[in-house]
Nanobody
Framework: VQLQASGGGLVQAGGSLRLSCVAS????????MGWYRQAPGKQRELVAL???????NYADSVKGRFTISRDSAKNTIYLQMNNLKLQDTAVYYC???????????WGQGTLVTVSS
């Protein structure tokens, strides 16, 4: 499975970005798909998950601002990020996880920088 993330960039605080992650080699419907992020000097953390069907989970820090979604036809997941804050600055990674981590793949990361 290969994951190609894109959509990062520089945005002012309060702005919006949409990240995309295109999967090849498997379908995004078959796995638990997620977005994680890693800020400088910090550990990678969970941002959002989309599980079977449309079930989603979010980190408390992004609830109400970020939305994860899945487009089966394009085999792509998205992360719509609104009202961005300085603390959202990080490299964002998409993740494919199947069978409790037996199959676990990461995209290459896309940098999101939020400026004041």
């Amino acid at each position: 499975v290969q994951l190609q993330a894109s959509g990062g960039g520089l945005v002012q605080a309060g702005g919006s970005l949409r990240l995309s992650c295109v999967a090849s080699g498997s379908t995004v419907n078959s796995a638990r798909m997620g977005w994680y992020r890693q800020a400088p000097g910090k550990q990678r953390e969970l941002v959002a998950l989309i599980i079977s069907g449309s079930s989603t989970n979010y980190a408390d820090s992004v609830k109400g601002r970020f939305t994860i979604s899945r487009d089966s036809a394009k085999n792509t997941i998205y992360l719509q990020m609104n009202n961005l804050k300085l603390q959202d600055t990080a490299v964002y990674y998409c993740n494919y996880n199947l069978l409790g981590g037996i199959y676990n793949y990461w995209g290459q990361g896309t940098l999101v920088t939020v400026s004041s």
